[in-house]
């Protein structure tokens, strides 16, 4: 069983940046792709980003390409997504998830999920 928690997330206003983090509580977390899916109210769950367990292999949503960044440190068993550029319809509850499985914004296949972290940024 592998558990995930993120943090970082808050209040910002438009333009603005914040670095979400996603720790886990075991070594195996190298062996996993790490996704970072985000719901918004009202809304479907949708990938974010992905990156795969040495972090060769990186995914972006369309709508976030150019603006956030993953990636990881092994080591310190963390993921994180670098979000610059923020802007209203990035609001939503963040999620990290882990797969066995290659880099992908799908949600299949993604089997441990954190809690989640609200992100906000007013219009």
């Known amino acids: 069983q592998l558990q995930l928690l993120e943090s970082g997330g808050g209040l910002v206003q438009p333009g603005g940046s914040l670095k979400l983090s996603c720790a886990a509580s075991r070594r195996t977390m190298e062996d996993y792709t790490i996704g970072w899916f985000r719901q918004a109210p009202g809304k479907e769950r949708e990938g974010v980003s992905s990156?795969?367990?040495?972090?060769?292999?990186?995914k972006y949503a369309d709508s976030v390409k150019g603006r956030f960044t993953i990636s990881r440190d092994n080591a310190k068993r963390t993921v994180y997504l670098q979000m610059n550029s923020l802007k209203p319809e990035d609001t939503g509850v963040y999620y990290c998830?882990?797969?066995?499985?290659?880099?992908?914004?799908?949600?299949?296949?993604?089997?441990?999920w954190g809690p989640g972290t609200q992100v906000t940024v007013p219009s």
């Open positions: 990156i795969n367990n040495v972090g060769g292999t990186i």
């Open positions: 998830a882990a797969s066995l499985f290659g880099a992908s914004l799908a949600q299949n296949g993604y089997d441990f």
